[in-house]
């Protein structure tokens, strides 16, 4: 069995405050960040991806693209119904909603591939504060693809690296700035 990871470290780049590199243990992976970068304070819609540690909660896929992840995390299909809400005055603010949903909601089951392997990352979530961020990520990168609107993208090989060595308790911990 793999040797599970207390924390993956991300950095961003001083050239391109849009992609970092992201540590897993001993190995470095390029990751892509917000279009705004990383920021201390997160609020909704700024496009930046949120500076601190967090807890990796629960790992989402698509089993008509990708089978299970082997990962310790807890992990669940996507379905057509699934969304996330980022309505800053809805009660489910920052949670898994089902579509359609009322309130502003992302959906889960995009026709891209980004979420076709998704890692919730726990920020403004306990407790949750409205209008400080939600739905941030781990997700796929697109081949060619741009900036997240504040998650962190890696492609799918990397993912699934990071999903077999993270640990229920692993965190990510994300640098405002390039050392």
């Known amino acids: ?3 599970l ?8 780049s001083e050239k391109n ?3 970092g590199q992201l540590q897993i243990g001993e190995r470095t992976v390029s990751c892509m960040l917000g279009r705004s970068g990383v920021c201390v304070t997160k609020f909704e819609g700024d496009g930046a991806t949120p500076a601190g540690s967090f807890p990796l909660r629960q790992v989402f896929y698509r ?13 669940t299909t996507i379905s057509e119904s699934d969304g996330w809400c980022d309505d800053p005055n809805d009660r489910c603010y920052n949670r898994a909603v089902k579509m359609p ?6 959906k889960m089951w995009r026709e891209d591939h980004r979420y076709d392997v998704v890692v ?14 939600s739905a941030i990520f781990l997700h796929l990168t697109e081949e060619g693809g741009g900036p997240t609107a504040g998650c962190i993208a890696v492609s799918l090989p990397d993912m699934l690296e990071i999903l077999k060595v993270a640990a229920p308790h692993s965190v990510v911990e994300i640098r ?3 050392p």
């Open 1 to 3: 069995m793999t040797n």
């Open 5 to 12: 990871i207390d924390k993956l470290v991300v950095i961003p």
């Open 17 to 19: 405050p849009q992609r």
């Open 63 to 75: 089993a008509d693209r990708v089978n299970r992840p082997e990962s310790a995390l807890a992990t």
């Open 101 to 106: 949903y009322a309130a502003s909601a992302e």
């Open 120 to 133: 919730v990352i726990g920020h403004n979530d306990n407790p949750v504060v409205p209008g400080a961020g």
């Open 176 to 178: 405002a700035e390039a």
